[in-house]
């Protein structure tokens, strides 16, 4: 079945290209292992050739330490194919090797896809969250090596299915890299690290916020077909890309377990819709976890146009607090004495700019 789609702006390409490039950790960690092998080409597909799957591959083939070629694309929609080789081919034109032949489009793209690589090859699961757990399945079943952009699964019989497949995956021994790319930022790491070594106390509280403007839904056209809408337009409906709060919010929530060094037992929230412009999703929501200790991470989000706005992340403890993030731009962490947060207090503050805090070294 192929679907018509819109042709993404190179604007638009080249905007989420620099994101998104935690798949240069899978390869980089498949480097000594599979370079060692008698032919040592990686072979890459991509599945999925939006933004966040074109900026992924231009970051895996900007990597050093052996060749990498991609090799297959596949998505529902031909148009984003097409865009996605024709900007790749402007920056790596000798390492994308992608013929019509081995470029797929519809529901059963990605079997084709995944089918041109050997075992041991390097497949980029790039679309949303609705298809992920079937994609990532078939990717394990054929011995290929994953790296999947988040979110990886849209309710909980999926996140089953997600799970028994990463099960399955460890014992045949093959390399799963997940889109969590704050965990490469190095000032992250060095807080969460001081963190840990006592600098705030014993952590108790955590507060995580992203408030900011609206996310629209246009209006459906007439005569439009109303699935291939809502894959167009997949922030705005929940069965495609998880929501608001999985699909974005997910970074925040990890950093906020990755400081406290535990993941929660359970939570509680509540949210609601004011504008009809947010499509299927709330456009406010907030939830309060708790770990296994009864401690607390509060978050926070509502996508409204004039009102205050705010991404950033706060760790409270018994001895003082941290910001764990500034600003989306650029995280600039600190450390306090105390829970008043103002510059006589501080204590420690990364002392260099992070603003290529997306990219694995």
């Known amino acids: 079945m192929r679907i018509a789609g819109r042709a993404t702006s190179r604007r638009e390409f080249l905007r989420h290209s620099g994101r998104m490039t935690a798949a240069s950790a899978i390869m980089a960690a498949l480097g000594p292992r599979i370079y060692a092998a008698p032919n040592d080409l990686i072979k890459l597909a991509l599945v999925g050739c939006g933004g966040r799957g074109s900026g992924a591959v231009a970051d895996a083939l900007s990597i050093t330490g052996g060749p990498v070629k991609l090799y297959a694309a596949a998505d529902l929609f031909e148009a984003r194919v097409q865009t996605s080789l024709k900007h790749l081919n402007e920056g790596f034109a000798d390492k994308v090797d992608v013929p019509p032949e081995r470029q797929f489009v519809g529901f059963d793209a990605y079997r084709k896809a995944i089918d041109c690589l050997s075992p041991g090859d390097v497949v980029l699961l790039t679309t949303h969250a609705a298809f992920r757990p079937m994609h990532f399945e078939y990717a394990v079943s054929k011995g290929v090596n994953v790296f999947a952009e988040k979110s990886f699964a849209a309710d909980g019989p999926a996140v089953r299915r997600w799970l028994k497949a990463a099960e399955l ?28 070594d006592g600098a705030i106390g014993d952590v108790h509280t955590m507060r995580i916020y992203r408030v900011h403007g609206p996310v629209h839904c246009p209006p459906l056209p007439k005569e439009a077909n109303e699935l291939v809408f809502q894959l167009q337009n997949p922030n ?126």
């Open 169 to 196: 995956s460890e014992r045949k021994g093959l390399k799963v890299g997940v889109g969590f790319m704050w965990r490469h930022s190095k000032a992250r790491q060095e807080t969460i690290r001081r963190i840990r």
């Open 236 to 361: 705005s409906f929940t069965w495609v890309s998880s929501g608001f709060f999985i699909d974005w919010h997910c970074h925040n929530i990890d950093v906020a377990c990755w400081a406290k060094g535990a993941w929660p037992v359970s939570a509680q929230g509540m949210g609601g819709r004011c504008y009809e412009q947010a499509g299927g999703q709330f456009d406010h929501y907030t939830v309060e976890y708790t770990f296994a200790d009864g401690t607390k991470l509060f978050t926070f989000s509502r996508h409204m146009s004039n009102c205050w706005e705010t991404y950033a992340d706060y760790a409270h403890g018994s001895k003082g607090s941290a910001v764990l993030m500034a600003t989306l731009g650029e995280p600039r962490p600190r450390i306090y004495k105390g829970h008043n947060m103002v510059q006589k207090n501080v204590v420690w503050e990364i002392g260099q700019s992070e603003h290529k805090q997306y990219q694995a070294k």
